[in-house]
């Protein structure tokens, strides 16, 4: 079973090489996939594509959550015998392969760490895809390049973020760090510029 890696403080060198390292990872990896899926769409094609996108990456992250739940019994669920032992259990059991011989990502560490990333997108995707929506139909009739490419900026960086959130105990908190800044620093442009668009 994977644990969180233990804290340590890392040279002022060794701190540098990882920073430029997962910056080149998340930054190219992130804009790399803007550039391949951007491929001339329309704004409303963008905005559709950027809230299924997120959608069903919170799907995945609910059944993931309840995998760890089933594996690690009545403890990950906060110690709620009745709630652990839900008949349907048995049907997503199997679904899910949430038996003790497939440990990974299961128990009730790993489903605090699911409940966190969850929490984590329910904090901002909501907003963002209203806001988006939002965006969309203030500047409905114009095709804006940048509003397409800044959605898709900030959509990639939530679904980079999610994967780094779950995956903290291999690659530990900078990635995922640097995803959330693609993503944040992409809405507040997406934000800002379509403000100065209506002004």
């Not at 998340?26 to 950027?50: E, R």
């Not at 015998?81 to 560490?109: C, D, T």
Request: with cysteine.
């Amino acid at each position: 079973m994977l644990v969180d890696p233990p804290v340590t403080t890392p040279s002022i060198a060794c701190g540098i090489a990882t920073t430029l390292l997962w910056s080149v990872v998340c930054f190219g990896g992130i804009g790399g996939a803007v550039y391949f899926t951007y491929d001339s769409k329309s704004l409303k094609q963008t905005v559709a594509m950027c809230a299924i996108i997120l959608m069903l990456k919170g799907l995945v992250v609910a059944l993931l959550t309840v995998r760890a739940k089933i594996i690690g019994g009545a403890q990950a669920f906060g110690g709620g015998q009745k709630e652990a032992a839900n008949l349907l259990f048995i049907v997503f059991k199997p679904l899910l392969l949430a038996y003790s011989w497939a440990p990974w990502g299961g128990g009730a560490e790993a489903a605090a760490r699911f409940l966190r990333c969850a929490a984590n997108c329910s904090e901002f995707e909501p907003a963002f895809v209203g806001g988006l929506i939002a965006v969309y139909l203030a500047v409905e009739g114009t095709e804006d390049h940048i509003i397409s490419c800044l959605a898709l900026l900030s959509t990639y960086g939530r679904v980079a973020h999610t994967f780094f959130f779950i995956m903290f105990p291999v690659f530990g908190p900078e990635p995922r760090t640097m995803s959330f800044d693609c993503f944040f620093f992409g809405a507040l442009g997406l934000g800002v510029y379509a403000a100065v668009m209506l002004l």
